[in-house]
């Protein structure tokens, strides 16, 4: 069992930068691909940034060249800096981790923090 912590959300303004975190509980990050979802009210969670165990990311274009996800291993932790924040960035932001051995999915969630974008 993988448990996620996530950290860091709060009311910014537009424009303005916020960085959230994700611990886990064990180290996972070599095997396991990390992402970052929302979901904002009445709408479906969407993939906002993912990040491979061998380092390759992807972003929603929405986000693409505003946010980056990083993770440091060592502190089996996952970051997703936001930058020039808008406010349909509101959201509900969750970390997620996921790995198929043998077919088998294991997919673990957070329980999500918040950020709201507004002046």
């Known amino acids: 069992?993988?448990?996620?912590?996530?950290?860091?959300?709060?009311?910014?303004?537009?424009?303005?930068?916020l960085r959230v975190s994700c611990a886990a509980s064990r180290s996972i990050f070599s095997i396991y691909r990390m992402a970052w979802y929302r979901q904002a009210p009445g709408k479906q969670r969407e993939l906002v940034a993912s990040s491979t165990s061998s380092g390759s990311t992807n972003y929603a274009d929405s986000v693409k060249g505003r946010f980056t996800i990083s993770r440091d291993n060592a502190k089996n932790t996952v970051y997703l800096e936001m930058n020039s924040l808008k406010p349909e960035d509101t959201a509900v932001y969750y970390c997620n981790a996921w790995k198929m051995v043998l077919g088998v999915p294991y997919d673990y969630w957070g329980q999500g923090t918040q950020v709201t974008v507004s002046s």
């Open 1 to 17: 069992q993988v448990q996620l912590v996530e950290s860091g959300g709060g009311l910014v303004q537009p424009g303005g930068s």
